[in-house]
Every structure is written in C-alpha cells, then in structure tokens.
C-alpha cells in the first residue's frame, strides 16, 4: 500500500468518525453554536446580528450535513 493509499484511508476514517461525534452530539453542538452567537451579539450590541445569523446558519448546516440531516435548519 503506497503512503497515499493510506493517508487516504486513515482521512477516511477520521471523517467517519467527526460524523459519528457531530450525531452523537447534535443538540449541544447546536446549543453552543446559539450560545456563541447570543454572547457576540451581547458583546456588539447586535451591531453584527445579521453576519452573526449567517455564520450560525453555516455551522447548523454542517451540524445537519455531517449529522446526517440534510434538510435545512431554520433560525
């Protein structure tokens, strides 16, 4: 097995497991996400409420994709 092969292989498995983690743990990776972007926003004033809302859009989208829950998150 040549060093690409296995590096191939071993990038496999540590992405099987992330997934396995991020399904396991939806709920609360999701709390934290609100969490974070409530605390900058109570740091800013709200003066980046909108950007902030992307971002936490972004990560619930790939809290649903690597969970396995491909349907968008609203909120």
Do not use: C, W, Y
């Not at 590096?7 to 992330?18: C, M, P, S, V």
């Amino acid at each position: 097995m040549s060093f690409l092969d296995d590096a191939k292989n071993r990038a496999g498995e540590l992405a099987d497991r992330a997934k396995g983690l991020v399904h396991d743990n939806e709920e609360n990776i999701r709390g934290g996400i609100e969490k974070a972007g409530d605390f900058i926003d109570e740091k800013t004033g709200g003066k980046f409420a909108d950007k902030v809302d992307k971002v936490q859009d972004g990560a619930s989208g790939l809290v649903n994709k690597l969970g396995g829950d491909d349907t968008p998150q609203q909120g």
